[in-house]
């Protein structure tokens, strides 16, 4: 695919009914997002609720990738707003294939990196299919350490599959 135009921006309320589309395109054509085919039920009001209320909470955020006036990726940064736990979000990235390998993912870790700062963020975590060997490329490449694993975590088809943590630590 040639590179086009890419903006990186938060997500909006009127996203929603694209980015369920994005979601429901990222289930069926890799095994790497956790829900499978036809198991993603929300429905186009819902999920503009869930990112109204994504958004006025404050301590998460979506940002997406648009090319073209479509989304073609995305990365959750979603956190908490307990005290123990409110300095860390966990993260969930989806790019499109035809998409990868175009600077989306570092782009969108750039982003949320401000957006991080920006709110005195100290842990940025993750977790990944341990033969997800592009993933954790980009993880690493953006800072990211493992922390452990997973054992036996995700049933994919016919086999167990290990998943890594991963993690950035932030300065405080």
Not at 89 to 105: K, M, P, R, T, W
Not at 136 to 162: C, H, P, Q, W
């Amino acid at each position: 695919m040639n590179r086009m135009n890419v903006n990186i921006r938060n997500i909006r309320e009127e996203d929603a009914e694209a980015y369920l589309e994005l979601c429901h395109t990222l289930d069926r054509e890799t095994e790497f997002m956790m829900l499978e085919p036809g198991e993603r039920l929300i429905t186009p009001e819902e999920q503009r609720q869930k990112i109204a209320a994504l958004l006025e909470a404050g301590h998460s955020m979506v940002f997406v990738a648009e090319a073209d006036e479509h989304l073609v990726g995305y990365l959750g940064a979603y956190g908490s707003s307990y005290q123990r736990n409110g300095h860390s979000v966990y993260l969930v990235l989806g790019i499109l294939q035809a998409f990868s390998g175009q600077g989306i993912g570092t782009r969108l870790f750039a982003e949320l990196h401000r957006w991080a700062e920006a709110r005195n963020l100290h842990r940025l975590e993750l977790t990944v299919m341990a033969h997800n060997e592009a993933a954790i490329a980009l993880y690493k490449k953006t800072g990211f350490e493992v922390e452990g694993i997973k054992k036996d975590s995700i049933r994919l088809r016919d086999r167990f599959v290990d998943e890594l943590y991963m993690a950035k630590l932030l300065p405080s």
